[in-house]
């Protein structure tokens, strides 16, 4: 009998779970600073998940519209939370920043330029719906995370 692998979308859900009595925007700051080396595993991918569902988590406490993530083509990242106001929160490092729009692609099976799709996560006895959106214009990535209002 195989085991099957747990999908990168239950692993985000997981994540989920696992923070949600954690200083969310502490967290994030480590995550931005040192990137895997934060993490006991080392592995781009389990940071990856751990800093979107960090980020969904700050921004759902935070009351924001929007959580997003944009990267240049010279590597500028920007991490964004569209609360009461607009305000900047440390930025992960372009290779996490990566990671993370794969991980987002990944998850929704969305592959264009300009593309977006709902996306459900279970947490605990209820769920979370989310409007996840990629868009890319010139050199520009936008990655952004609609969240519940």
């Avoid at 979107?52 to 009351?63: Q, V």
């Avoid at 990629?134 to 995370?145: A, E, H, M, Q, R």
């Amino acid at each position: 009998m195989a085991i099957e692998e747990r999908s990168l979308h239950l692993r985000l859900q997981e994540y989920c779970d696992c923070y949600v009595q954690t200083d969310y925007k502490k967290q994030l700051e480590v995550l931005s600073k040192e990137g895997a080396a934060a993490d006991a595993t080392g592995d781009m991918e389990e940071v990856a998940l751990k800093f979107l569902g960090l980020a969904i988590m700050y921004g759902i406490t935070e009351g924001a519209k929007k959580v997003s993530l944009t990267r240049t083509a010279s590597d500028h990242i920007s991490f964004e939370i569209d609360a009461t106001g607009k305000y900047k929160l440390p930025a992960p490092k372009p290779e996490l920043a990566g990671r993370m729009f794969e991980v987002m692609r990944s998850i929704t099976h969305l592959e264009g330029p300009k593309a977006g799709e709902p996306v459900s996560l279970g947490l605990k006895n209820d769920r979370l719906e989310l409007m996840v959106s990629f868009d890319k214009v010139g050199g520009t990535d936008s990655l952004s995370i609609g969240l519940p209002g």
